[in-house]
C-alpha cells in the first residue's frame, strides 16, 4: 500500500517531543546529534536539550520551535523505519505534505535536499521570522466556525487601513487571519458581533502576512544559496494547494511566497484524499494536530499518528 506522510508545524512543539524515538531507536537518536552538531549552541542549548528537556518558553520561540520541530520530525520517520526494519522506499511513499514550516520536512523527505541544508533553511527561516515579528506590534487570530467568505469580510471590515488578512485556511471552520495588533484588536470585536467565535493565539507576530517580507527575503537569498533537487514524490506546495513541480527555482519561490501569503493546508488534504484514496495516512511527531485537522477536511480519512514509538504510545 502507497503511504502519504502529513509534517507538522509551528505550534505542535511541546517539551519532551522526539525523546523516547531517541531512546528507543538508535537511527533516531543520530538525527538529533546530527543536529546537534550543526546547530551547536545557536541556539542557546543543544536542539536535543530543548527538545526533551525544555524550557518550554525557549522552545516555544519561532527561532528554536522551527528546527526543533523539523528535527523531532525527521527522528520520528526513522525511528519508524528502523522499528519496522524498513527502508525508505519500502515505505512506498506516494506523497508528502507538511503545514507551513512542515512543507520543509515534506521536502527533505522527498528528497529535495539533505537533512543539515533543510535544518540550515528552517533554523535561518525560524530566525528571520522571529525577527519580523518583533519588528512590529501585530498578532493572529484564529475565527472558530468561519469560512473563508467570512474571514475576508472581518479582515475588510477590521482592517481600516492597517495590514490584516487571512493568513490559514486549516479546516473547514477554521481560518486564521493575521495583521497588525491593531487591526486584530478591531477583528475581535467585528467576529462577535458576526456571531463568530474569535481567540487571540500565542505568537511571535503576524506569520504568512505582509509583515514577514524581511524574513522572506532572507529566505530567498539563504535558498538561491542551496542545492534544490527534484522532488521523489508528490510534495504539496501550501501557496498554491498543488504538488511541487521538478524545477529548482520553482521550489524556491513557493517557498519564498508561503512566508507572506496564506496557507492553503485544508485545499492541500483535499488533493491528496482525491488523488490518493486508496493510500494509507501517517502524522509524523510532534503531535496529533494534523489529524484532528482531517477529521474536519475529511470525515472519513484516517490518519495515524506516530508521536512515540508505537511501544509505549
Not at 521570522?129 to 479582515?155: H, P, T
Request: charged share 20%; glycine share 8%.
Amino acid at each position: 500500500m502507497n503511504n502519504i506522510i502529513l509534517c507538522p508545524g509551528q505550534g505542535a512543539q511541546v517539551v519532551g517531543m522526539g525523546k523516547l524515538w531517541s531512546e528507543t531507536s538508535e537511527a533516531a537518536r543520530a538525527i538529533f546529534q546530527q543536529a546537534d552538531a550543526v546547530l551547536g549552541d545557536s541556539l542557546g542549548a543543544p536542539l536535543s536539550t530543548l527538545c526533551f528537556e525544555g524550557p518550554a518558553d525557549s522552545l516555544n520561540r519561532t527561532d528554536v520551535s522551527q528546527p526543533a520541530i523539523y528535527t523531532a520530525s525527521i527522528a520520528c520517520l526513522a525511528g519508524w523505519l528502523d522499528g519496522e526494519n524498513l527502508t525508505k522506499s519500502e515505505l512506498n511513499i506516494a506523497a508528502t505534505a507538511g503545514l507551513s514550516l512542515g512543507e520543509y520536512t515534506a521536502l527533505h523527505i522527498a528528497e529535495a535536499f539533505s537533512f543539515e541544508d533543510g535544518l540550515k533553511l528552517v533554523a535561518l527561516r525560524g530566525k528571520a521570522m522571529q525577527e519580523a515579528a518583533e519588528a512590529a506590534d501585530s498578532s493572529m487570530v484564529a475565527l472558530i466556525g468561519a469560512d473563508e467568505s467570512q474571514a475576508n469580510e472581518v479582515c475588510d471590515k477590521a482592517r481600516e487601513g492597517d495590514i490584516l488578512v487571512a493568513a490559514n485556511f486549516n479546516a473547514p471552520g477554521q481560518v486564521v487571519i493575521s495583521g497588525s495588533s491593531a487591526a486584530c484588536d478591531r477583528a475581535e470585536t467585528v467576529a462577535s458581533e458576526m456571531k463568530l467565535r474569535a481567540t487571540r493565539l500565542s505568537v511571535a507576530g503576524a506569520f504568512h502576512s505582509p509583515f514577514m517580507k524581511p524574513a522572506a527575503d532572507q529566505l530567498a537569498e539563504a535558498l538561491a544559496a542551496t542545492t534544490i533537487n527534484a522532488p521523489s514524490c508528490t510534495v504539496m506546495s501550501n501557496v498554491t494547494f498543488q504538488p511541487h513541480d521538478s524545477d529548482a527555482d520553482s521550489i524556491r519561490q513557493r517557498l519564498v511566497d508561503q512566508l507572506t501569503s496564506p496557507v492553503r493546508w485544508a485545499a492541500c488534504c483535499e488533493y491528496l484524499v482525491e488523488h490518493h484514496s486508496e493510500a494509507s495516512f501517517h502524522e509524523l511527531a510532534p503531535g496529533k494536530t494534523l489529524g484532528g485537522m482531517m477529521r474536519r477536511i475529511s470525515k472519513g480519512t484516517k490518519v495515524q499518528a506516530h508521536n512515540e514509538p508505537e511501544a509505549v504510545s
